[in-house]
């Protein structure tokens, strides 16, 4: 069986519509990277970028110039990018459906209400059966109970401690051919050597040990970045590493309720890391970009502005800007 943890099937490849994000790979890819060093620093306004700022900042985090120039073409082939030119000289900026799409994901990642509330002690079960000679649906199939949450308790059966939202019901229409049956219920504790919990169907020690990584990974940059001790370029490539890694974290957390989970879960630990040395690094960051992507344009660069995590999660598509230096807008 696939492993729940599947960077490439948490985050499926939706061919069908009309962005189409790069795939996250357990590196860092250029087309991730440029992905990400964008929204960070135009999501909500959408600003152009000289294609060769887009080149020289990526550079910065070991990018050759020609794979920074295949990867600013193959997003916007992908409808991630949209380009203008003037002269010899071209830019592109995210288009609109991508800063949509990026927004929500945006406020998904932020959001620090997962596993929040009183849980009512009911599963949500999806059984499902499809013809063996179906692979590639049963395999988008899965591929999207794993980005809405589900894990298999066993093949055919994939659990939730979540009630089925519209979107769930969604995809099962859209990717179930076979027979589907959908219900929630209570677990009856069997006291047998075979007995299967529910929480079987996730690997909570293995994303435990994510979290102990991403904290051991951050935690000694944390004073360098209060005493604004990380400047220039290291201020971007920081910025964009800790976002390119902890996107992940959400999604590869079950986001189960704190009543499963061990005291000691590193949820909040984590993401308290990760808004320190993102909100921290904002205005160095955002200074550095504006000043290589002034080597390469005349004009204003005022629409270049480094959100923060209060941005993300109050939403970066209301059409106004974000505070430069932090806090909800």
């Keep these: 069986m696939t492993s729940p943890y599947d960077i490439e099937e948490i985050f499926p490849d939706d061919a069908a519509g009309p962005v189409r994000l790069p795939r996250r790979q357990s590196g860092n890819s250029p087309q991730g990277l440029a992905v990400t060093l964008l929204a960070d620093y135009t999501l909500r306004t959408r600003a152009w970028l000289p294609s060769a700022a887009i080149v020289a900042l990526l550079a910065e985090a070991g990018v050759t110039s020609a794979g920074a120039r295949t990867a600013i073409s193959r997003l916007a082939r992908r409808g991630v990018l949209e380009g203008s030119k003037r002269g010899r000289n071209s830019s592109y900026r995210l288009t609109r459906s991508a800063a949509a799409v990026l927004s929500a994901g945006g406020r998904a990642i932020a959001s620090s209400d997962a596993g929040a509330g009183t849980w009512d002690e009911h599963w949500t079960l999806i059984a499902f059966s499809l013809p063996q000679d179906e692979v590639a649906r049963r395999r988008e199939l899965r591929s999207r109970l794993r980005w809405l949450g589900y894990a298999p308790l066993y093949d055919g059966l994939w659990i939730s401690p979540h009630d089925l939202t519209e979107q769930a019901k969604k995809h099962l229409v859209e990717l179930t051919f076979g027979a589907v049956t959908?219900?929630?219920?209570?677990?009856?504790?069997?006291?047998?050597?075979?007995?299967?919990?529910?929480?079987?169907?996730?690997d909570t020690a293995a994303v435990a040990g994510q979290y102990e990584v991403f904290i051991g990974r951050w935690?000694?940059?944390?004073?360098?970045?209060?005493?604004?001790?990380?400047?220039?370029?290291?201020?971007?490539?920081?910025?964009?590493?800790?976002?390119?890694?902890?996107?992940r974290l959400p999604y590869l957390d079950p986001r189960l309720p704190v009543t499963l989970l061990p005291a000691d879960w590193l949820r909040e630990p984590a993401r308290d890391l990760f808004a320190a040395v993102y909100d921290g690094l904002a205005a160095p960051a955002e200074d550095y970009v504006r000043a290589v992507a002034g080597r390469f344009t005349a004009e204003p660069l005022d629409d270049i502005?480094?959100?923060?995590?209060?941005?993300?999660?109050?939403?970066?598509?209301?059409?106004?800007?974000?505070?430069?230096?932090?806090?909800?807008?």
């Excluded at 959908?182 to 069997?190: E, G, I, K, S, Y």
Aim: hydrophobic residues 35%.
């Design 305 to 329: 502005r480094a959100h923060t995590i209060a941005d993300l999660v109050t939403g970066l598509q209301d059409g106004h800007s974000p505070s430069r230096t932090g806090g909800a807008p």
């Design 182 to 202: 959908v219900f929630r219920a209570r677990h009856v504790d069997l006291d047998a050597v075979i007995h299967r919990n529910p929480l079987d169907a996730w």
């Design 219 to 247: 935690s000694p940059l944390l004073d360098r970045v209060r005493g604004t001790g990380v400047t220039g370029a290291d201020a971007v490539r920081a910025r964009t590493e800790v976002m390119d890694t902890y996107r």
